[in-house]
């Protein structure tokens, strides 16, 4: 059995009980009773690569990167997060747990994100080192805009060919949290979550994800699943990028209203 606690682990709610194939389930309840004596909220999940919240999160990740490509800047995506009601957004979370995490993470995945990987390969960390994708002055934790990462980032587009031009703040929204519900009816589909639920409870524990609108998969019912999928195919086409296709689940759902 598994036990993934989330960091820092002496404050987070979330603990993620993972299930073996060979798991029996008295082990499996003693894990989840553990948990909750120590004051913890237990979700249990099954085997995959990053289990559910971080699963769920690395696809929000690439989107958040694709965005800067595209014409938005770390505060704008930040911006719209925190309006939806996140305590931060994707960049500043990056700064505060340290950029060189996910850069080691990928460089063994062999996978490349291009503008955090530079700000890496710069020694910008994020709040360790006082520069990451945002300024921290000395002693502080307040994130500042900084003209020399909009210097790479424009520098970047250019590079790769990518057309920049103003992207509205809904579209903001809808393009990190979208692919984030349709890899949960990949989960869900695939069983490592047992119900939407589960997911929900996760994403609040684990991520900051505002309470009152639910989790990701209620916020979906909310939202209609028609329209995350018919967007979905919309930024599938527009970035070619055909992991943003429905999910089979969320397609046959969307389909039976």
């Known amino acids: 059995v598994g036990m993934h606690f989330f960091s820092p682990a002496n404050v987070m709610k979330l603990l993620e009980v993972v299930r073996g194939a060979e798991t029996a389930p008295d082990v499996l309840a003693t894990a989840v009773d553990v948990g909750r004596k120590i004051g913890k909220v237990p979700a249990v999940v099954g085997v995959c690569h ?48 340290g950029l060189d995490v996910g850069w080691r993470v990928r460089k063994a995945e062999g996978r490349r994100a291009e503008i955090a990987d530079q700000l890496c390969e710069m020694g910008r960390f994020g709040q360790k080192t006082g520069k990451g994708f945002y300024l921290y002055e000395a002693g502080s934790r307040t994130p500042k805009p900084d003209e020399e990462v909009e210097r790479l980032i424009v520098a970047t587009s250019a590079r790769l060919g990518v057309k920049r031009h103003p992207i509205g703040k809904e579209e903001i929204l809808e393009r990190p949290l979208y692919p984030m519900i349709n890899e949960g009816a990949r989960i869900l589909d695939e069983r490592i979550a047992a119900r939407p639920g589960d997911i929900d409870v996760i994403w609040i524990y684990g991520y900051g994800w505002p309470v009152w609108r639910g989790g ?4 979906a019912d909310q939202v209609g699943l028609a329209q995350v999928r018919d967007r979905l195919v919309q930024f599938a086409e527009k970035t070619g990028d055909q992991t943003l296709m429905p999910a089979p689940l969320l397609a046959r759902l969307a389909a039976e209203g």
């Open 50 to 97: 990053g289990f559910v919240g971080n699963r769920m999160l690395r696809v929000r990740g690439i989107e958040a990167e694709r965005l800067l490509l595209e014409g938005a800047l770390p505060q704008d995506v930040d911006g719209a997060l925190t309006g939806f009601g996140f305590p931060m957004g994707p960049f500043a979370m990056g700064d505060l747990a």
């Open 216 to 219: 990701p998969m209620f916020y």
